[in-house]
């Protein structure tokens, strides 16, 4: 993974590298908005962690720049602030994820790797949910040891769900891994569509999708 | 002039339906009054000043009657002829007035004068009985009586008239007398009126001043009730202070007992932290550095947690005093409380489970106070309980529920029924995480929601720590 700290509080930025480092993880370091911009230039980062209150701005101006331009690198943001509305607003503005300082290290590996994870360009081969067996590369699905043959939109709401199991797939996320920016007026109620037919193949799997009315989607293991 | 009293008139009255805000209690007072004053005042004089004319009039109108009739009395047919002894006796009556000429004529029934001055003449030859005539005479004004009288006899038959006249000195002297002492009652009465209402204007605004002196005269850090006897027209303003001063009370305390327990809570662990970094230093057996290593990042993840929990505390009470209260889904509070807890600061997924209901559950209140509550007691559930650790949203009745269940052993009773209190902590003796503050926050959010706290075993096993609060009736609505 090749990531890019933008943090202004030396001790912490060299703490959060020395930690990637010993993991093998690549990881660059930006003091400002400037440094930062000029390294999201030159190189292609998978995961950004990125602070809010930086010596020449806020963070969630960068973030807001970076979303304008359609740059989808997932964003863990860092807040010292008390009250969790920066959450809101932080994450109304884009980013991914959040983690409120102070926190542990280990702690910010493993959201960091949950980041990369969920991107588009990597994912997990083999997800394994109740009985179900998926095969992300393959795109393949089986049930108990039995193929289930999916479409290629059935296929891509189940990862769009398996994304947030055992939390709630909003519609907007369902939206954003079926359809490409070019087909972005479909409406919502293409998905309703789509999460019936992939019951009605699930039905007797003992995987169940759950309607949460205003919410979105919830992949459940009912068995 | 006329024009100058109504515009002035009109300038008051104005004044008074649209005072200004900051204008001076005792000048609108003063105002209203000299106002009210000025138009009794010229009202009572102009009915004054029309009484004692008339009366003036009146009663010496009488006199010319009295002294006509005399005359009248006196015509006498003789010989075919009237004859007329004007009897001194006549004038008597009106040489009360000294300074008022008297004039008089005696007109036949031929128009002729019998008797008296030409140059006297009424204006109408009317022959009424009894008629009275503002006339001018030699340059002076003067009232003039005209009495007939009508003979018919074999003699003579005819009417004569009788005009007696009197200038007005004396009449209009009296006039001036009465309308003078009408005046001078209502400029008694008025200026009477005027020491009244500045008498009731300082005693009205004198329990304000009992205000202002209670004020001045208190500690700056008394925050008591005021104990002042007012009018019951001041009360509510009182009461309205002495609320606002409460709430500043309540504050103060909060903040007081914050900063007290703040400084109790975390001088400890940052003692403990110093003491074991000093330690650390000077220790060179690499074991026995790691494990000292190891106790101070305990330490100092505990100390955060602190910190978190003290001022997640203070700013859950200062919004709970603060805060508009908004209609908020319960199933939105689980959902980030969930996210929030998906790895836990080993980095490893933690086992949390979403129970969710699929329509929306309705619940008026704060969505951060509500998140933070269910923040700890799902902390709760991971430190004191066992994993998977289920959040789980439902209405039961016009209830609605946000509960927590894990599948550890409970809770003992004891520290159920305390639980809440602060520093109460689940196992006293325990070296396990666990400041006391989370159920406090909870109980705190609780409190403001007007919600109560349920612990009931969970179906299997374990606890389930649940949530109530009052449903919100007007959001229904899926």
């Known amino acids: 993974m090749r990531l890019l700290l933008v943090e202004d509080t030396a001790d912490v930025a060299e703490a959060i590298a020395l930690s990637f480092a010993r993991v093998g993880d690549t990881l660059d370091c930006a003091f400002d908005l400037k440094q930062a911009r000029s390294s999201l230039s030159l190189q292609q980062y998978d995961v950004l962690i990125l602070d809010i209150n930086l010596p020449d701005g806020s963070g969630k101006d960068l973030l ?72 992300i590369a393959g795109k393949t699905l089986s049930c108990n040891g039995e193929e289930l043959t999916l479409t290629r939109r059935e296929f891509s709401l189940l990862e769009a769900l398996l994304d947030r199991r055992g939390r709630v797939a909003s519609k907007e996320h369902i939206l954003g891994r079926m359809f490409s920016f070019d087909e972005a007026d479909v409406g919502t109620n293409a998905i309703e569509l789509y999460v019936s037919r992939l019951r009605r193949k699930l039905s007797g799997s003992g995987v169940a999708i759950r309607t949460l009315r205003g919410l979105g989607y919830q992949l459940v293991d009912e068995a | ?59 010496f109108d009488r006199l ?45 029934h031929d128009g002729k004068t019998l008797t008296g001055y030409d140059s006297l003449i009424i204006p109408d030859d009317d022959v009424r009985d009894v008629a009275y005539y503002n006339l001018e005479f030699n340059g002076e004004p003067i009232r003039v009586i005209a009495l007939s009288k009508r003979f018919a006899e074999r003699a003579f038959s005819g009417t004569i008239q009788v005009l007696v006249g009197q200038t007005l000195r004396a009449r209009n002297a009296l006039a001036q007398e009465l309308v003078g002492s ?42 008591t009730p005021l104990d002042v006897a007012v009018p019951s027209e001041l009360t509510p303003v009182v009461n309205a202070i002495n609320r606002f001063m409460s709430r500043l009370d309540r504050q103060m305390e909060t903040t007081n007992n914050l900063i007290a327990d703040s400084a109790h809570q975390l001088r400890t662990p ?96 704060d969505v951060l106070s509500l998140r933070e509550a269910c923040k700890n007691l799902v902390n709760n559930a991971f430190v ?28 003992p009773l004891q520290t159920e029924l305390r639980a809440g209190e602060r520093f109460v902590q ?44 009052p449903g919100d009736r007007y959001g229904s609505d899926a």
Request: charged share 25%; with cysteine.
């Open chain 2, 384 to 411: 004191h309980g066992q994993p998977p650790v289920t959040l789980i949203v439902e209405t039961i009745g016009d209830k609605v529920v946000l509960a927590i269940q894990d599948q550890g052993q409970g809770m």
């Open chain 2, 426 to 469: 689940a196992d006293e003796t325990s070296n396990r995480l666990g400041t006391g503050i989370g159920l406090a926050i909870v109980q705190e959010v609780l409190k403001a929601h007007d919600g109560k706290l349920l612990f009931s075993p969970a179906d299997r096993q374990g606890l389930k720590v649940s949530m109530v609060f």
């Open chain 2, 1 to 59: 002039m006329e024009s100058l009293f109504v515009r002035c008139a009109a300038w008051g009255i104005n004044s008074l339906m649209k005072p200004d805000q900051r204008a001076s209690l005792t000048r609108r007072l003063a105002l209203s009054i000299s106002l009210l004053l000025l138009a009794g005042g010229a009202l009572v004089s102009v009915a004054a000043l029309a009484y004692g004319r008339q009366a003036a009039q009146t009663a």
């Open chain 2, 182 to 223: 009408a005046v001078l009652v209502v400029v008694l009465v008025g200026a009477s009126m005027a020491i009244l209402a500045i008498i009731a204007v300082y005693s009205a605004l004198r329990p304000l001043y009992r205000i202002e002196n209670s004020f001045s005269s208190r500690d700056p850090r008394d925050l």
């Open chain 2, 64 to 108: 010319l009657l009295g002294s006509a009739r005399q005359i009248v009395a006196n015509a006498s047919v003789v010989d075919g002829r009237v004859m007329v002894d004007i009897p001194v006796s006549a004038f008597e009556l009106l040489a009360l007035a000294p300074d008022d000429r008297v004039v008089y004529r005696i007109v036949g």
């Open chain 1, 64 to 135: 807001r720049e970076l979303r304008r331009e359609r740059n989808t690198i997932p964003v863990l943001m860092l807040t010292a602030r008390l009250g969790i509305e920066e959450r809101v607003s932080s994450l109304d503005g884009g980013a991914d994820d959040y983690l409120t300082k102070p926190f542990d290290l280990r702690e910010l590996q493993a959201r960091v790797r949950a980041l990369h994870r969920r991107s588009p360009t990597v994912r997990e081969t083999f997800i394994e949910f109740g009985s179900l067996v998926i095969d």
């Open chain 2, 270 to 365: 940052i003692a403990a932290l110093r003491a074991q970094t000093e330690l650390a230093t000077e220790e060179s057996d690499p074991k026995a550095l790691s494990v000292s290593l190891a106790r101070i990042h305990a330490r100092s993840r505990s100390l955060s947690r602190l910190t978190d929990q003290l001022l997640n505390r203070a700013l859950i009470i200062h919004r709970n005093d603060s805060v508009v209260r908004t209609r908020v889904d319960l199933r939105t509070v689980a959902m980030e409380t969930a996210d929030e807890f998906d790895i836990d600061s080993q980095g490893r997924a933690r086992e949390l489970r979403l129970q969710l209901p699929e329509f929306a559950v309705w619940v008026r209140g």
